[in-house]
């Protein structure tokens, strides 16, 4: 929570975010990231009228997802940039945000840093796993296009031409 009440008593006109947030285990529980590293915030808020305020902020750090090819680690790097306005009484979700004279900015970096979640990554040195315990992959079933996708069509066409 970061405390607004400065701007709404008209003794600030902007207050400066610099903060270091930790995303603790739980919070990160129904999700694709596995840790969340250095995750740093910076911005300001400005007060544009009596219900109204404006928020910039610079999230950076780093996202620690799974490959999907090997389930190693991969460190995905994280810079987002948010501009928008949060008012006090909207009705929407989003906007519920500001408590008495508190903002919660923890929700609002959380909301954007879960909607940068990619649907997967694949490690860049990624070798495929093709066996496993008890398991293995096999491709001598799997048939290959070496032609055009059209081929097959082709073949069928010729075949009524010559009944």
Same mark, same amino acid.
């Given at each position: 929570?970061?405390?607004?009440?400065?701007?709404?008593?008209?003794?600030?006109?902007?207050?400066?975010?610099? @903060?270091?947030?930790?995303?603790?285990?739980?919070?990160?529980?129904?999700? @694709?990231? !596995?840790?969340?590293?250095?995750? !740093?915030?910076?911005?300001?808020?400005?007060?544009?009228?009596?219900?109204?305020?404006?928020?910039?902020?610079?999230?950076?750090?780093?996202?620690?997802?799974?490959?999907?090819?090997?389930?190693? @680690?991969?460190?995905?790097?994280l810079?987002?940039?948010?501009? !928008?306005?949060?008012?006090?009484?909207?009705?929407?979700?989003?906007?519920?945000?500001?408590?008495?004279?508190?903002?919660?900015?923890? =929700?609002?970096?959380w909301?954007?840093?879960?909607? @940068?979640?990619?649907?997967?990554?694949?490690?860049?040195? =990624?070798?495929?796993? &093709?066996?496993?315990?008890?398991?293995?992959?096999?491709?001598?079933?799997? !048939?290959?296009?070496?032609? &055009?996708p059209?081929?097959e069509?082709?073949?069928?066409?010729?075949?009524?031409?010559?009944?």
């Open positions: 929570m970061f405390d607004i009440s400065k701007l709404k008593n008209n003794i600030e006109t902007t207050l400066e975010i610099n @903060e270091t947030l930790e995303f603790k285990e739980e919070t990160l529980k129904n999700t @694709e990231i !596995k840790r969340l590293e250095n995750i !740093k915030v910076t911005g300001n808020i400005t007060r544009l009228d009596n219900l109204i305020y404006h928020i910039t902020l610079n999230i950076t750090g780093n996202m620690v997802l799974l490959c999907a090819r090997s389930l190693e @680690e991969v460190n995905y790097p810079n987002i940039f948010l501009d !928008k306005n949060i008012g006090e009484e909207d009705e929407e979700e989003e906007n519920r945000l500001i408590l008495q004279n508190s903002l919660d900015i923890f =929700a609002i970096v909301e954007n840093i879960v909607l @940068e979640v990619p649907l997967r990554v694949i490690k860049e040195d =990624a070798t495929f796993i &093709s066996k496993g315990d008890g398991w293995s992959l096999e491709d001598n079933n799997i !048939k290959r296009f070496n032609d &055009s059209l081929s069509l082709s073949n069928l066409l010729d075949m009524e031409g010559k009944e």
